[in-house]
């Protein structure tokens, strides 16, 4: 499995930008996915996750309320929608594939990850 990130760029605080994540080769369902993101300087960081299933999601506190994660199994399709940016979401985002069907929020429970978007959100 290969992933490859795609949607950012630069918006104003309080605007909005939807990431997705796509798969070449095999597919990801039956695996939890997430989104990462890191900042310069500063060590990657967990966004969300979601379930193998689609039926379950966990949020970085700070992003709660403001981003949505969800999956498409048959496309093979992840997506991340961020609403209200605020200039600290300023980060390349990264999305990646869990080992195993359960939602982890740690890097190395990731095996394959995407090339990375940037965002950045101006103030």
């Known amino acids: 499995v290969q992933l490859q990130a795609s949607g950012g760029g630069l918006v104003q605080a309080g605007g909005s930008l939807g990431l997705s994540c796509t798969s070449s080769?095999?597919?990801?369902?039956?695996?939890?996915m997430a989104w990462f993101r890191q900042a310069p300087g500063k060590e990657r960081v967990f966004v969300a996750t979601?379930?193998?299933?689609?039926?379950?999601?966990y949020y970085r506190e700070s992003v709660k309320g403001r981003f949505t994660i969800s999956r498409d199994n048959a496309k093979n399709m992840l997506y991340l929608q961020m609403n209200s940016l605020k200039p600290e979401d300023t980060a390349v985002y990264y999305c990646?594939?869990?080992?195993?069907?359960?939602?982890?929020?740690?890097?190395?429970?990731?095996?394959?990850w995407g090339q990375g978007t940037q965002v950045t959100v101006s103030s």
């Open positions: 080769g095999r597919t990801f369902s039956g695996y939890a």
């Open positions: 990646a594939k869990a080992t195993g069907p359960a939602m982890e929020i740690i890097t190395w429970k990731y095996d394959v």
């Open positions: 979601i379930s193998w299933s689609g039926s379950s999601t």
